[in-house]
């Protein structure tokens, strides 16, 4: 695969990240409320909570590389020394607020990229937790990036695959003051998501997806000059009909790039699946 520029790149990203946002926050995962003012959303089934989690983890996930070690459209590595929610497709999003090429104003996507690097970097605190297996109760802190991967994985695979997250929570314990081996934290892996996707995970679902929302938003309005730009109408005779075209960056000359370009055009054409909301306070207090 040839390599991508960075205006290529940057419609890739986005496409994805609105693919990743317009995936998991609609109205077929959350029953849809009678107000978007101060409320606090449910999911439609616990299948959909659990596929939302999934979801999250590839988010908060990175671009699997190439064979070779390098990763796809030119994307560059993540450095080792960044921020633990930038550890994520985050990072390709900060860049782009950090050097844009599509729009000029990302303000309002600095915003919301920061608000919820803050929140996954912030901690959930459990009180007596019980991991019956090990016999072992503790209140238990642990921080969300960790925590939302850790659940994820936990309803994606099998406990064959995952020694590198019974790690984590070996880690995590010892945090919380208590040595324990590997083994005894493969016992507790079933506990691990009875108390943090089951519990906590639902619990701040309403967070998480009113700070995806906000990065849904933010990228429509970035996108809007471009948008302005690029979008031509135009009447067809042939079938008596309006029609629209878009006028593609000179910049953007791979196929799979400019198809993507037209893709992201007409997901401004329109607007994002759920509109802004601001969740319910008591749905912010009680569990962190």
């Avoid at 409320?33 to 299948?47: A, D, K, Q, R, V």
């Avoid at 990175?62 to 390098?70: D, E, H, Y």
């Avoid at 497709?89 to 900060?94: I, N």
């Avoid at 196929?255 to 054409?269: C, F, H, Q, S």
Wanted: with cysteine; aromatic share 12%.
């Amino acid at each position: 695969m040839s390599e991508y520029n960075r205006v290529e790149q940057e419609v890739i990203i986005l496409n994805a990240i609105c693919g990743f946002i317009d995936e998991m926050v609609n109205f077929a995962m959350f029953r849809k409320p009678e107000t978007f003012s101060n409320i606090g959303l449910l999911f439609s089934t616990s299948e959909s909570a659990q596929l939302f989690n999934i979801l999250l983890c590839d988010f908060l996930s990175l671009p699997q590389p190439r064979r070779k070690g390098s990763l796809p459209f030119g994307l560059p590595t993540v450095p080792a020394k960044v921020r633990n929610s930038e550890q994520s497709h985050l990072y390709y999003l900060r860049r782009i607020c950090n050097e844009p090429h599509l729009g000029s104003d990302t303000k309002n996507l600095l915003v919301a990229v920061e608000n919820f690097s803050n929140w996954l970097e912030g901690e959930t605190v459990l009180e007596k937790v019980w991991f019956s297996s090990i016999e072992l109760e503790l209140d238990m802190r642990v921080v969300r990036f960790d925590a939302l991967k850790i659940t994820g994985n936990l309803l994606k695979h099998n406990f064959t695959r995952l020694e590198a997250d019974t790690k984590k929570i070996q880690r995590i314990l010892k945090a919380n003051g208590h040595q324990r081996t590997v083994e005894e934290c493969y016992l507790i892996l079933s506990e691990f998501k009875e108390w943090f996707h089951d519990h906590a995970f639902n619990y701040q679902s309403s967070e998480i997806a009113g700070l995806f929302n906000e990065i849904r938003w933010a990228i429509h309005v970035y996108l809007q000059s471009e948008f302005s730009r690029a979008h031509d109408p135009y009447f067809d005779d042939s079938l008596n009909i309006m029609r629209y075209s878009y006028n593609i960056p000179k910049s953007i000359c791979k196929p799979l790039a400019k198809a993507m370009y037209w893709d992201l055009m007409n997901l401004v054409r329109s607007k994002p699946i759920v509109p802004r909301f601001s969740v319910s306070q008591s749905f912010k207090t009680g569990l962190r």
